[in-house]
């Protein structure tokens, strides 16, 4: 028997399957419900501070798209299951620093967390050295939290015109996290009138606790990361 603190279940990889499954069937009936196409919205199964053995569960299961907080953990995690997963997807979803911005780059296939020019730059100067470009989200700040990244609504116009316009990043959407106390409801709505204004398709938007909202209201890319995997350690 494990010790009761013990942080990893012994049926952890099986409980990943389950919950992953219940979460897909989740997601196909919010999808259903709002009359649209299930196909359309991607699951992003957020594994940062997650076991191996869940990590490896999900795959098992066939998850292939995961997103991560951290680039040092994320590459130390994903740089070997790379070789065994082709066709894994990767998404940073964490904050990134303006240094780090060559090796997200080279390590991610998608970038959520575009929040300042200087961080734009950066990626832009990285993606033509490396010849590789993984698509953007623009960070909103929704909920214009101080302590909390993202571009204000305000500047968002101007920022969408600095990254696609002038410096030809592959911006595909927008990325909101609500302020916990809020209606999530609210900020996913701001959001997808923000991006319908800056004619952009792409909508991440809720987690474990909020996705069917956010689905019902346009995300076309959830992220998920409790409801899959259980409790971070
Ligand atoms: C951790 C995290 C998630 C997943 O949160 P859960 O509540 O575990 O689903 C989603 N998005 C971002 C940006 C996160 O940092």
């Not at 989740?26 to 990590?55: F, P, T, W, Y």
């Not at 490896?56 to 994903?78: I, K, M, P």
């Not at 609504?153 to 696609?164: I, K, N, Q, T, W």
Request: hydrophobic residues 45%.
């Amino acid at each position: 028997m494990q010790p009761a603190d013990s942080p990893v279940e012994p049926d952890d990889a099986a409980g990943v399957a389950g919950r992953l499954a219940a979460v897909r069937a989740d997601l196909a009936e919010a999808a259903r419900a709002a009359g649209r196409d299930a196909a359309s919205i991607e699951l992003v199964a957020v594994s940062k501070r997650q076991s191996d053995a869940r990590i490896d569960g999900a795959l098992v299961a066939g998850q292939r798209v995961f997103g991560e907080n951290y680039v040092q953990e994320a590459a130390g995690r994903w740089a070997p299951r790379r070789a065994a997963y082709a066709d894994l997807v990767l998404h940073l979803i964490g904050g990134l620093q303006t240094n780090k911005a060559r090796d997200a780059v080279a390590l991610f296939d998608v970038i959520q967390t575009l929040d300042r020019p200087k961080l734009a730059q950066a990626l832009a100067k990285a993606m033509a050295d490396q010849a590789r470009r993984p698509a953007c989200y623009i960070q909103v700040n929704t909920g214009e939290e101080s302590q909390k990244s993202g571009i204000l609504p305000a500047d968002l116009d101007a920022f969408v015109a600095l990254c696609r316009d002038e410096l030809g990043l592959p911006v595909k959407g927008l990325m909101c996290i609500p302020p916990v106390d809020d209606e999530p409801g609210l900020h996913f709505a701001l959001l997808a009138k923000l991006a319908a204004r800056n004619r952009l398709d792409g909508l991440s938007m809720g987690m474990s606790d909020d996705y069917g909202t956010a689905v019902r209201l346009g995300a076309t890319c959830v992220r998920v990361g409790t409801a899959i995997f259980g409790k971070r350690l």
